[in-house]
């Protein structure tokens, strides 16, 4: 079953933060964060195993709550790089295959 | 790091004709997905290869079918095409596990 993104989009100016959530109603083993920008290839933004850890690098990090089986994406001081659509693609455990949210999204003004 | 390539780019077909479309792996995965996304939706899971052998299938029709060859390259193949085939055909390449996809910047796909 296809993870729940929300929100669907996001308007933000330049130096606001954001926070993406992705739900599951299955148990995950693990949840990946993935960034498309229009025509180009999804990109690797990071992927959190179950065990409730947090990651994050520069300005973009990740949470995962193994418990509810959900994950939050969380931008801080976004510039105009940041604009796209995210993805939160969710992993079973014995399963190597994702399944994707249908995204959200986002859109950095100056 | 080559990254992943795919090729065409960009690609029509009558309805009912048969598609190949390839994929070259990142350099040192051995794991290779395809992936379909229709305009506005998430990817969608067709099936995964690891070391030349199908490990897993999303609910694709049997008219889809691949290869992995040893060097890790892929195809995704198609027959009797239809009008709904028409997406982003995205191939992913990845270690087995705990690592992150990369994925190549598609085949567009357009069945006329």
């Known amino acids: 079953q296809q993870p729940v993104q929300s929100p669907q989009a996001v308007i933000l100016r330049e130096g606001e933060d954001a926070v993406i959530n992705c739900s599951s109603s299955k148990a995950l083993y693990s949840v990946h964060w993935y960034r498309q920008k229009h025509g180009e290839a999804p990109v690797f933004l990071m992927i959190l195993l179950k065990g409730g850890e947090q990651k994050g690098h520069d300005k973009i990090s990740a949470s995962f709550n193994e418990k509810k089986q959900q994950s939050s994406l969380y931008l801080t001081a976004s510039q105009l790089s940041y604009s796209g659509t995210y993805f939160c693609g969710t992993e079973n455990q014995g399963r190597r295959a994702l399944t994707f949210g249908s995204g959200t999204r986002l859109q950095v003004q100056p | 790091e080559t990254g992943v390539t795919q090729s065409p780019t960009h690609l029509i077909k009558t309805r009912g004709q048969q598609v190949t479309l390839r994929c070259s792996s990142q350099s040192g995965h051995n794991t290779v997905s395809w992936y379909q996304q229709a305009l506005g939706q998430g990817p969608q899971f067709i099936f995964q290869y690891y070391r030349e052998e199908e490990n897993g299938r999303g609910n694709f029709p049997p008219r889809f079918s691949g290869l992995?060859?040893?060097?890790?390259?892929?195809?995704?193949?198609?027959?009797?095409?239809?009008?709904?085939?028409?997406?982003?055909?995205?191939?992913?390449?990845?270690l087995p596990s705990g690592d992150g996809y990369t994925f190549g910047s598609g085949t567009r796909l357009t069945v006329v």
Not at chain 2, 68 to 94: G, T
């Open chain 2, 68 to 94: 992995q060859f040893p060097n890790y390259s892929s195809e995704l193949n198609v027959n009797a095409l239809e009008l709904d085939d028409s997406a982003l055909y995205l191939c992913a390449s990845s």
